[in-house]
Every structure is written in structure tokens, then in C-alpha cells.
């Protein structure tokens, strides 16, 4: 099992126990994830209202690439899922369009030809992997271990583009944490938003937001569970700007399995966690 990875600017730069940990958990499963040369920026959430045409065309070069791999996309970020989905969808369902964004795609030499899906990382687990295989996998229990799931915005939403899930009622990311022998808790405003979208205009709003998150998760389980890099940020962020900090463990979904399938704390990064997560170590079986 093959696929072209898209890693995204924010995992790649600033959070290596992300990326680490979802090759890494990969690699145990059989699946192989595949650099895609000369890939860059998704396009980001937030240029099409801007410039919707260059917005595609940023993101159906990486499909390209992806295209001529042969592969389908993994990605790591909700956002990039988001982005690279409606995109991919919108040129396929539009042959004027796509013509018109090949134009532009070919003065860096690439052509969009439709012929690739996109997934995020938990989703590619659960439908392509397979929950059974996965729970093969595991080799110790965080038996103990409370663990508060955060789904993000665009996992899911808009509900249209991003087929799957009930974006008002998923289960995926709390099925994988079961998975680790980890306790899937549910806890007051799971799917709002981590307001990190509105870090740039109003920054205040963004820390209240996600301390709010940090301090609820905290009084019902002990680590809050990401698979977006932006929501991951937030949530340790918020923390770190406190004079007392709340002190929940922010982890990457990937952290989590890879304890469980029996990777040590170097082999999913566990060190570049801000907020100390190596207590979550205790609770292996």
C-alpha cells in the first residue's frame, strides 16, 4: 500500500513528532509513505477568497505530482485535506475550468489530469488499513489513559466535499484511540472550533478559545488528541502563554498508536512536545 504524502508546511517546519510519528506508525502498518518532489504549499484555506483561481492552481500542481507518482494523497492536515479535496473535485466536475487552470500549470510544466483522491492520515487507517489490522498491531495497553479527542473544522467540513464521516458525529480519531486500550472520553463542545483561523485578527480570541478547550478537557481525561497540525498548535500555545499553565498533554494521534504498537518516545518524537507528554509513557502496559 502506496501513497504519495503530503507533509504541508506547518508539520514540516515546526512540528517533527508529527511527521515522525506518522511515518513511523506507517512503516509498522505496510503502508508507505512517498515524498512528493518539488511539492509546496496547499494553497492554504484561506487564499481562494482572495484569488480563487490561483488557489486552485497551487493546489492542483501538488495533485499533479501526485498524478505523475501514480498515487493517491495522504495528508497530515485538515486544512490541506480541505483545500486539496474541493479542489480535486471542483476541476473534475468542471472541464472549462480545468482547462483553464492547465493553462496556468503549464508554464511550470505540469498538466492536472483528475485521476488521483486525496485522504487525510485517520481516515486512510481506518478505511484502507483497517481497524482490525491496525489492533494486530498493538503490542502494549494505555489501559488507564483518558484520552479527549479534537476533530478540527475541516476533517470533515464542508460536509458536501469532505464525504465520510457525520461532521456532527464522528467517531473515527475515538475508534483509534480505543484501538491503544486508551479511555475515548466525551466532553462539553468536542467539535467547536480551536479558533486558530483567527490567530492573525484577533489573537486574544484564539488563546481564550483553545485554554477554554485545554482547561474542559482536562477536568474530564488526561491528554488532549490531535491529527491537525493548526489545532496542535493552538492548544499547546495557549498553554504556554499562561503564567500557570493548565499542563494537558497536546498529542498527535500518531504519538498515541505508535506507543502502542510498541515504538519507543524517540521513535514518535514525543521530545518535541511542548507541553511535557512523556507522562502518558506511565501508563503503558
Not at 5 to 15: E, I, P
Amino acid at each position: 500500500m502506496k501513497y504519495a504524502f503530503f507533509v504541508g508546511c506547518t508539520t514540516l517546519s515546526r512540528l517533527p513528532g508529527y511527521e515522525k510519528s506518522a511515518r513511523k506508525v506507517a512503516e509498522k502498518l505496510g503502508v508507505e509513505l512517498l515524498d512528493m518532489p518539488g511539492s509546496g504549499c496547499c494553497g492554504t484555506t484561506y487564499l481562494e477568497t482572495l484569488d480563487h483561481k490561483t488557489a486552485l492552481a497551487m493546489a492542483a500542481r501538488n495533485i499533479a505530482i501526485a498524478e505523475e507518482m501514480g498515487l493517491d494523497i495522504v495528508t497530515v492536515c485538515n486544512g490541506c485535506t480541505e483545500v486539496l479535496t474541493k479542489t480535486n473535485k471542483e476541476l473534475k466536475g468542471n472541464p472549462e475550468l480545468k482547462a483553464e487552470i492547465n493553462e496556468v500549470l503549464a508554464e511550470a510544466g505540469k498538466k492536472y489530469m483528475g485521476t488521483v483522491e486525496v485522504k487525510h492520515y485517520v481516515k486512510m487507517l481506518k478505511d484502507d488499513v483497517g481497524l482490525d489490522a491496525i489492533k494486530e498491531k498493538m503490542e502494549r495497553s494505555l489501559s488507564g489513559l483518558k484520552v479527549g479527542s479534537h476533530y478540527g473544522c475541516h476533517m470533515f467540513k464542508p460536509a458536501e466535499v469532505m464525504e465520510g464521516e457525520d461532521p456532527e458525529n464522528p467517531t473515527v480519531m475515538d475508534e483509534l484511540v480505543a484501538l491503544t486500550g486508551a479511555e475515548p472520553i466525551e466532553y462539553p463542545n468536542k467539535l467547536e472550533c480551536c479558533a486558530g483561523p483567527v490567530m492573525g485578527v484577533r489573537e486574544n480570541v484564539t488563546w481564550s478559545v483553545g485554554l477554554d478547550k485545554v482547561k474542559t478537557v482536562k477536568k474530564y481525561g488526561d491528554t488532549l488528541a490531535t491529527a491537525c497540525p493548526f489545532c496542535y498548535l493552538t492548544f499547546e500555545r495557549c498553554q504556554l502563554m499562561e503564567e500557570e499553565s493548565p499542563g494537558l498533554p497536546v498529542i498527535h494521534l500518531p504519538q498515541l498508536l505508535g506507543l502502542a504498537m510498541g515504538l519507543d518516545a524517540d521513535d514518535v518524537g514525543l521530545g518535541h512536545n511542548k507541553v511535557d507528554a512523556k507522562g502518558i509513557l506511565e501508563k503503558l502496559r
